[in-house]
């Protein structure tokens, strides 16, 4: 099956530092790729979404120089918390679309980031 | 944005019962919709896709599908305590992005 993985699985940060954290599909190439954030006992939040060769779309409310974008290659894309503070702790997901499949996105394993 | 809504629960049946879970959208216009599995502190896991009205199944899982009543269930059969965790109902949109509905925990007793 479709395997998406997510490096680091956990990071905890001083205030202020910036966290980069990838994402990459391990057997199949995803030309987009999207970013969620989920905060304790609720429900996924798309932040935005990563295509392969251009700009991120970021979804209203999401500060793009907060959260830098870079898909370089259609297996890998980054997500750079810049300047973190303590109310970015969360659990980041990632997902890439398969659409040499059936079209659907299968989750990385997430990312939790504690910001002290 | 389109609204996908679930109960949140806790949906509560016993071990080898049916647990039925379902989740209605906003967007008449919506064409795909998947059903996700999520354990605590864990990321989501598909479990299925549906995309034509009626009746899909995969194993012990069957999505169901009505778009004229904007309406999707997932029926688990012969529910193990294993299958106890969140699950997330999520609707196609434009470019691709999913929308979540916010999950219902399902606890299966044995």
């Known amino acids: 099956g479709a395997v998406v993985s997510q490096h680091p699985s956990r990071v905890i940060c001083k205030s202020g530092t910036s966290v980069k954290i990838e994402c990459r599909s391990l057997?199949?190439?995803?030309?987009?790729m999207f970013w969620y954030r989920q905060f304790p006992k609720q429900s996924l939040m798309l932040m935005a979404t990563?295509?392969?060769?251009?700009?991120?779309?970021?979804e209203q409310g999401v500060e793009k120089d907060k959260f830098l974008i870079n898909h370089a290659s259609l297996t890998l894309s980054t997500l750079t918390v810049t300047s973190a503070h303590p109310e970015d702790s969360s659990f980041y997901i990632c997902?890439?679309?398969?659409?040499?499949?059936?079209?659907?996105?299968?989750f990385g394993p997430g990312t939790r980031l504690t910001v002290l | 944005q389109k609204e996908v809504e679930q109960n949140s629960g806790p949906l509560s049946v016993p071990e080898g019962a049916i647990a039925s879970l379902n989740c209605t959208y906003s967007?008449?216009?919506?064409?795909?919709f998947f059903w996700y599995r999520q354990y605590s502190g864990k990321s989501p896991e598909l479990i299925m896709f549906?995309?034509?009205?009626g009746d899909k199944e995969d194993g012990r899982f069957t999505a169901q599908l009505n778009k004229a009543s904007q309406y999707v269930s997932l029926l688990i059969r012969d529910s193990q305590p294993s299958d106890s965790a969140t699950y997330l109902c999520?609707?196609?949109?434009?470019?691709?992005?999913?929308?979540f509905g916010a999950g219902t925990i399902l606890r299966v007793k044995s």
């Open positions: 999520a609707v196609m949109e434009y470019g691709n992005k999913l929308v």
């Open positions: 990563s295509n392969e060769g251009s700009k991120a779309t970021y």
């Open positions: 967007d008449r216009g919506s064409q795909s």
């Open positions: 057997d199949f190439q995803a030309t987009t």
């Open positions: 997902s890439a679309r398969d659409v040499g499949g059936t079209d659907t996105q299968y």
């Open positions: 549906i995309y034509s009205n």
